[in-house]
């Protein structure tokens, strides 16, 4: 590993030294000592300018993000390029929904207060790519949260690397980040073909199998750069689901699907005109190993038959990670109405603020609520404490994300499975799957 930077070893503007020496105030002081030092663990030689950042660390983890954000707060912090926030720890708009402490609360609150008075924008969501002016082909940004930076290099093009708490906020006070990584075009090529094309059709343009093919991905690939070829008719929340869960087995920052996303037009141009580090033909015992990944209860995996499906309780039913679009809500909405949850069933949807007030718009949220569904914004039932459930059930999702997170961070078990197949589990109480979608 390279030997941490200084401001002698890592080329610097002129506004870059100013900020550095605090003529522009010590939040800004702060913020371009931390890039430099990240300079030197990345290995980058100099920064660069971005237009925009998405940031994670609004969300209250611990005391040290609090801490972090009241020192920027008091140096006079404000972020110099467009900012928007991930989710944090509270719906704000219905606080009624926390179910945790009055300390947690008052600590996530005051956390997300802090970024707030910086100047960032407060839409809350793990998914800006749908909620606000995005990012254009080629644009420089420093995004954090897993699923948001895979969407925004893969689906947009934009350039951002993988960035995590503190760094992020830096980056959006000084407009500036270090020059590695996914910022250039020639850690942009595509590493690992695999290969979809020996599969049924039928399984290839399954939306709701997006998830279980982006976790075989990440699972196989790590934090190289998969191109996937032979994938079909995957429309924009299909790629946000896959995307979210390769960056939720693996490392996944980018990746080519050829023919759908921006950089892969043919597979050549995936492979930056040069040659696969490693060719994977994926075979439906493939695809079916990605499912069981996916479900952490025996009964609900291969081998397992309807007789042994019948016998899993389904306590929980979470959906929206990430964060329901309206597209989204569109096609849940006729479900639930001919099967509403049971009573006995627990059923939430993340969402974002601008998709709330489309439901608000067309009468739809009242609706919902009357049927049994929770929606829940500007935070997620994994990382903040929303359920009312007591831990130690199942919890069933069509989210390859959530199905990752929701056993150590919820302390449920996981069954995963199509948006169908999740509301007529709820309405059921048990598992309910159409096993002529699955292959």
């Known amino acids: 590993m390279a030997a941490a930077t200084t401001p002698e070893t890592v080329e610097l503007t002129d506004h870059d030294r100013a900020m550095l020496a605090g003529d522009c105030g010590e939040a800004a002081a702060v913020a371009m000592r931390i890039l430099i030092t990240m300079a030197g663990v990345y290995g980058a030689e100099r920064l660069l300018d971005i237009e925009g950042a998405h940031i994670d660390g609004c969300l209250y983890h611990g005391d040290s993000g609090v801490d972090?954000?009241?020192?920027?707060?008091?140096?006079?912090?404000?972020?110099?390029?467009?900012?928007?926030?991930?989710?944090?720890?509270?719906?704000?708009?219905?606080?009624?929904?926390?179910?945790?402490?009055?300390?947690?609360?008052?600590?996530a609150l005051r956390l997300m207060e802090c970024y707030e008075e910086m100047g960032c924008r407060t839409i809350w969501t793990c998914a800006p790519y749908q909620t606000t002016p995005r990012p254009a082909f080629g644009q420089q940004v420093a995004w954090a949260e897993s699923n948001?930076?895979?969407?925004?290099?893969?689906?947009?093009?934009?350039?951002?690397h993988r960035y995590g708490d503190f760094i992020d906020i830096c980056a959006a006070i000084t407009g500036r980040a270090p020059a590695v990584g996914l910022h250039l075009e020639k850690n942009r090529r595509g590493q690992v073909v695999f290969d979809f094309r020996g599969l049924p059709r039928s399984l290839t343009s399954a939306t709701w199998l997006l998830p279980a093919i982006g976790y075989l991905v990440g699972?196989?690939?790590?934090?190289?750069?998969?191109?996937?070829?032979?994938?079909?008719?995957?429309?924009?929340?299909?790629?946000?689901?896959?995307?979210?869960?390769?960056?939720?087995?693996?490392?996944?920052a980018l990746f080519h699907a050829v023919g759908l996303t921006p950089e892969a037009p043919t597979l050549e141009a995936?492979?930056?005109?040069?040659?696969?580090?490693e060719w994977i033909e994926v075979t439906v015992d493939d695809l079916r190993a990605g499912l069981d990944s996916l479900s952490t209860v025996a009964a609900a995996q291969e081998?397992?038959?309807?007789?042994c499906e019948a016998d899993v309780r389904i306590n929980v039913v979470a959906l929206g990670s990430p964060h329901f679009s309206p597209r989204e809500f569109a096609e849940l909405l006729p479900l639930v109405e001919r099967r509403p949850p049971a009573s006995s069933v627990e059923f939430v949807v993340c969402t974002n603020r601008q998709a709330l007030e489309w439901l608000e718009a067309r009468g739809e949220l009242e609706h919902l609520r009357g049927l049994g569904v929770r929606v829940v914004v500007d935070t997620c039932v994994v990382v903040a404490p929303i359920l009312r459930t007591p831990a130690g059930g199942i919890l069933m999702t069509n989210s390859g994300k959530f199905s990752h997170y929701a056993p150590g961070n919820v302390g449920?078990?996981?069954?995963?499975?199509s948006l169908s197949d999740c509301v007529d589990s709820a309405h059921a109480g048990r598992l309910r799957r159409d096993r002529e979608l699955w292959p």
Do not use: Y
Request: glycine content about 16%.
């Open 412 to 417: 449920f078990d996981v069954v995963f499975g």
């Open 219 to 252: 699972e196989r690939c790590g934090s190289r750069v998969p191109v996937l070829l032979g994938l079909t008719d995957a429309d924009e929340d299909g790629l946000k689901a896959l995307g979210a869960a390769a960056a939720s087995s693996g490392a996944v």
């Open 270 to 277: 995936a492979l930056g005109g040069g040659e696969a580090e």
């Open 148 to 160: 948001a930076i895979v969407f925004a290099n893969s689906v947009l093009g934009a350039r951002t």
């Open 303 to 307: 081998g397992a038959g309807p007789e």
């Open 68 to 107: 972090f954000a009241e020192l920027l707060v008091a140096g006079g912090a404000r972020v110099n390029v467009p900012t928007t926030l991930n989710v944090g720890g509270l719906d704000l708009l219905h606080p009624e929904e926390f179910a945790g402490t009055a300390e947690r609360r008052a600590k």
